[in-house]
């Protein structure tokens, strides 16, 4: 492992259920800074089994510490073999620029997993091409896993997921999402964050839009969607209904389910988070 | 539930594996002060039964959060029909003393589980009586919950589980820790503490010594008890060896167990809670 302090610095380390969850520091070169992630290592990754990788996505003003300490991931991704890895939710540093007004919904952790084009943005916020491109190479060519990869997120991490994995369908096995913003062209925080880091090109906003995309798509890559009904969010930002009607269109193999009671919180992604583990395995199998 | 708005404050609630994670707020008499709790109601619950329920102590500078947020225990919980119960760590409040310095280990988020004798501190700092008493009458008047009840904590408060259930065996049918001061007075943690919250009287420290009680009881309420052996603090602050051969002068049912390779933190606690709580169901079923 003695290249890896080239590129990687480990900056903490715990066991958890016989695997471990480990977190790094490396230069980004896409997005221009320095960035923290989080890899959690199921017990046979420890043993020179090289092992699936799923990509978590998180949401507004996440790090790569959220999902890590919430969602109670590790147990399944220990007993199915499968490692986890968490990015931040934006570029960062000093360097990296902020909303003027610092709302939680733009700037620091709030990049929407878009290349951004727009001044002062473009610099840094190239989150899309990390999660595609840099972070896989960089996971892939330093720990014990293989090819195959998964891709999943919440609310703005389930943006992320479902366009990146429409728009690359040959990268992933599968992919799922808990609580998406599934149709960002229409909806404030969509609006706000594309119009910001994408101006005003409508055509361009179409690229980064999982309803539009899905409804267009030849790819058949399954996709698996959670959505709590008591979700503060539901009907202003999420809009679940749009990305089934584009299923609908395209004959997408989605699947959507829609659990009463739950909300926006952890404690829903929690409560299902096995389920999705579970069907990103068996794609991950085959 | 129209009784309940007179005593008990409901400042939130997230439906979590089919039960309901929820906080309250209560004036405390034996605190004199308002305090927080969070309870997790498994499914069970929700339906009529009446569940029996564990109280989980957590450790310094925690509150009613960090458990049920991180240790991932509602599923478990949900699937054996088990209550949880997670008090805050010390009373809290503009009128409650800090410690000067504002130490982590003194004051606010420190109340070590005792009933503080000293100035400042007596006032307010009653936290074994609210634990014991206060808290699970008014759990037991207000939920779906019947008199069964299980203790465990971690750290300090695996110190608060061991010592309360080994001085009221009656009222509980099983305790479990994670990570215990197992002799906080030959401990630089427990010496601050009970110096500050109960003086110089070295025979009322021995009341809140979960090795010297334990040496010295006949309970025979079965303990579990589990130690990560990378903890950062387990020479100096744990000491689960005294605890060890605390049990063996007594012949106390102790399951000592020993993990290598885990640490003090909540990912440790994530692996083998399952187990925990599994072990305090066969005792509450009994």
Same mark, same amino acid.
């Given at each position: 492992m003695s290249e890896l302090a080239n590129e990687l610095e480990n900056v903490s380390a715990n066991k958890c259920f016989g695997g471990?969850?480990?977190?790094?520091?490396?230069?980004?070169? =896409?997005?221009?800074? =320095?960035?923290?992630?989080?890899?959690?290592?199921? %017990?046979? *990754?420890?043993?020179?089994?090289?092992? %699936?990788?799923l990509?978590?996505?998180?949401?507004?003003?996440?790090?790569?510490?959220?999902?890590?300490?919430?969602?109670?991931a590790q147990r399944m991704a220990?007993?199915?073999?499968?490692?986890?890895?968490? %990015?931040?939710?934006?570029?960062?540093?000093?360097?990296?620029?902020?909303?003027?007004?610092?709302a939680y919904d733009l700037g620091?952790?709030?990049?929407?997993?878009?290349?951004?084009?727009?001044? %002062?943005?473009?610099?840094?916020?190239q989150m899309y091409d990390y999660v595609v491109k840099e972070l896989p190479e960089l996971i892939e060519a330093h720990f014990p896993v293989s090819d195959r990869r998964a891709i999943s997120g919440h609310s703005m991490g389930g943006h992320g997921a479902l366009t990146i994995a429409l728009r690359n369908p040959e990268r992933y096995r599968s992919v799922s999402a808990f609580s998406p913003i599934s149709h960002p062209v229409?909806?404030?925080?969509?609006?706000?964050?594309?119009?910001?880091?994408?101006?005003?090109?409508? *055509?361009?906003?179409?690229?980064?839009?999982?309803?539009?995309?899905m409804a267009d798509t030849r790819a058949t890559l399954?996709?698996?969607?959670?959505?709590?009904?008591?979700? *503060?969010?539901?009907?202003?930002?999420?809009?679940?209904?749009?990305?089934?009607?584009?299923?609908?269109?395209?004959?997408y193999p989605l699947t959507l389910r829609r659990h009463e009671g739950y909300d926006h919180s952890y404690y829903f992604i929690a409560s299902f988070i096995g389920d999705h583990l579970q069907f990103h395995s068996r794609q991950l199998a085959q």
């Open positions: 471990w969850h480990k977190q790094y520091r490396h230069f980004s070169r =896409t997005l221009g800074c =320095t960035m923290r992630f989080a890899v959690y290592l199921p %017990p046979q *990754a420890m043993v020179g089994e090289n092992v %699936p990788v990509y978590w996505l998180s949401g507004l003003t996440c790090t790569d510490e959220n999902f890590m300490q919430k969602a109670g220990a007993e199915l073999g499968l490692a986890i890895v968490a %990015p931040d939710t934006s570029p960062r540093g000093d360097e990296v620029p902020d909303d003027p007004a610092q620091l952790g709030a990049g929407f997993y878009v290349n951004a084009s727009e001044a %002062p943005w473009s610099r840094h916020y229409d909806c404030p925080w969509g609006q706000k964050a594309f119009r910001a880091y994408l101006g005003d090109d409508q *055509a361009l906003w179409r690229e980064y839009d999982a309803s539009l995309l399954p996709a698996l969607v959670d959505q709590g009904m008591d979700d *503060a969010f539901l009907e202003r930002e999420l809009k679940p209904e749009t990305l089934e009607a584009a299923a609908r269109a395209s004959g």
